[in-house]
């Protein structure tokens, strides 16, 4: 007995066990929050030091351009307004009002969290990095504000992403994600078609807002919920603080 105990209490056990514990969150942790933002710094870098498009950019904007006749203009033109940020602010607002009559507090905080920083990170990224739009060719839906990173495509990607964690304890997740995935290309194609960013600006926001969303995932864990009882009450998770959580405030 006092030697397990012993082998328990060293360093290398500990943190073996620590690892074997939190390996699919810290695997997470490096897939989801490390690389895309490791990516989004390259980028950011790449552009500020050659102040112009990147070698791939022009040569996939006419590529899609090639295609362009007028029925595709009619639905670049309705993805983009479907896709604009200030479009999803009803939908998000409709969520964040049944969470709280839910009183899905958990729900409601990572929501509120996730898309509010969202909206900073894109404005304060452009503020910085002052990139202009493509102008290759007449778009027929011009925008005058920078380009990067694309808040169209920050703000699917934000969107998705709250829809799939608040489903991930549901069987709707799988319908969530095929949908969600079909949406957020066909915003990234419609940016494209139009003309109005460089494709390194949809991958920059793609990269930064998957960051930030599974970066916030981690620390409000959305997606922990209990099993309803048969009285229909709302899961315990949702309402309470886990007990790490009531550890740090006890601390404070």
Same mark, same amino acid.
């Given at each position: 007995?006092?030697?397990?105990?012993?082998?328990?209490?060293?360093?290398?056990?500990?943190?073996?066990?620590?690892?074997?514990?939190?390996?699919?969150?810290?695997?997470?942790?490096?897939?989801?929050?490390?690389?895309?933002?490791?990516? *989004?710094?390259?980028?950011?870098?790449?552009?500020?030091?050659?102040? +112009?498009?990147?070698?791939?950019?022009?040569?996939?904007?006419?590529?899609?351009?090639?295609?362009?006749?007028?029925?595709?203009?009619?639905?670049?033109?309705?993805?983009?307004?479907?896709?604009?940020?200030?479009?999803?602010?009803?939908?998000?607002? +409709?969520?964040?009002?049944?969470?709280?009559?839910?009183?899905?507090?958990?729900?409601?905080?990572?929501?509120?969290?996730?898309?509010?920083?969202?909206?900073?990170?894109?404005?304060?990224?452009?503020?910085?990095?002052?990139?202009?739009?493509?102008?290759?060719?007449?778009?027929?839906?011009?925008?005058?504000?920078?380009?990067?990173?694309?808040?169209?495509?920050?703000?699917?990607?934000?969107?998705?992403?709250?829809?799939? *964690?608040?489903?991930?304890?549901?069987?709707?997740?799988?319908?969530?994600?095929?949908?969600?995935?079909?949406?957020?290309?066909?915003? +990234?194609?419609?940016?494209?078609?139009?003309?109005?960013? *460089?494709?390194?600006?949809?991958?920059?926001?793609?990269?930064?807002?998957?960051?930030?969303?599974?970066?916030?995932?981690?620390?409000?864990?959305?997606?922990?919920?209990?099993?309803?009882?048969?009285?229909?009450?709302?899961?315990?998770?949702?309402?309470?603080?886990?007990?790490?959580?009531?550890?740090?405030?006890?601390?404070?």
């Amino acid at each position: 007995m006092k030697k397990v105990n012993q082998e328990s209490q060293s360093p290398l056990s500990f943190l073996k066990n620590l690892l074997i514990a939190r390996w699919r969150s810290l695997l997470l942790l490096l897939i989801g929050v490390y690389l895309p933002l490791q990516v *989004f710094e390259i980028l950011t870098v790449k552009i500020w030091e050659n102040q +112009a498009s990147l070698p791939w950019d022009v040569p996939i904007l006419l590529a899609v351009h090639s295609t362009a006749n007028p029925q595709l203009d009619v639905l670049a033109m309705a993805l983009a307004i479907i896709g604009m940020p200030w479009t999803a602010i009803p939908i998000l607002g +409709a969520i964040a009002l049944i969470l709280l009559l839910q009183k899905r507090w958990r729900s409601l905080a990572y929501l509120l969290t996730t898309s509010l920083g969202s909206t900073i990170i894109n404005r304060t990224a452009k503020e910085l990095m002052h990139r202009v739009r493509p102008q290759l060719w007449q778009s027929i839906a011009p925008e005058s504000s920078f380009a990067f990173p694309s808040g169209h495509a920050m703000t699917s990607i934000t969107l998705v992403a709250i829809l799939l *964690f608040l489903t991930w304890a549901s069987s709707w997740r799988w319908l969530v994600l095929t949908l969600g995935s079909l949406y957020i290309i066909a915003i +990234a194609w419609c940016r494209l078609y139009l003309g109005v960013h *460089f494709p390194s600006d949809i991958l920059a926001g793609w990269m930064v807002a998957l960051g930030w969303t599974i970066g916030v995932s981690l620390i409000i864990k959305p997606y922990i919920t209990t099993v309803k009882s048969i009285d229909s009450e709302l899961p315990k998770d949702e309402t309470t603080l886990l007990p790490e959580e009531r550890k740090l405030l006890n601390k404070e």
